[in-house]
């Protein structure tokens, strides 16, 4: 596929600058679908989350099927595609060691404070709510991390004292 194919065959979800940023990625992995992935993070952080038509592009652009570009998304917890996420995303680890120190009790906190269930976002889009199965702090549990801040030793009220700081 020639290069103004491509960006003829890909609509306007996928800018000029991302579909560059996501060529760059080709000469440093063995094969476009190594590149899959890379792709997929570069288009969720730029729109929140990577709907299917986003999927449609990244596989035109990579030339690989919607299917591939699919199997990798859905693989990987960490992306979302049916809507974008909150302004914060929150995690609650639910690994061994964060259980035994009242993680689960922190989550339900969470649920009750924010109005929500995991995997939801406030009607304002402020916050997704998300539980985690080990965020790797486990000697800082209980642990929630808030987009890319790892919040350590968590309790009720440093919960109260975070959400107070995004009003």
Not at 38 to 55: D, F, K, M, S, T
Not at 145 to 159: A, G, P, R, S, Y
Request: aromatic share 8%; hydrophobic share 40%; charged share 25%.
């Amino acid at each position: 596929m020639n290069q103004d194919k491509s960006d003829t065959a890909i609509c306007d979800l996928l800018d000029a600058e991302l579909r560059g940023r996501i060529r760059g990625y080709l000469p440093r992995y063995p094969t476009s679908r190594a590149v899959v992935l890379p792709a997929l993070h570069l288009v969720h952080e730029r729109l929140g989350y990577v709907p299917p038509q986003a999927v449609v592009e990244i596989a035109e652009l990579l030339e690989l099927s919607p299917a591939q570009v699919q199997d990798t998304l859905s693989f990987y917890g960490f992306f979302k595609q049916d809507q974008p996420l909150g302004r914060y995303r929150v995690w609650v680890c639910r690994s061994m060691a964060c259980a035994a120190r009242e993680g689960e009790e922190l989550l339900e906190y969470l649920c009750q404070k924010l109005d929500l269930q995991p995997g939801e976002t406030t009607a304002d889009g402020r916050v997704s709510l998300e539980f985690a199965e080990c965020l790797g702090a486990c000697d800082h549990a209980p642990a929630i991390l808030v987009n890319d801040t790892l919040h350590k030793q968590m309790t009720k009220e440093k919960i109260d004292e975070l959400l107070s700081s995004w009003e």
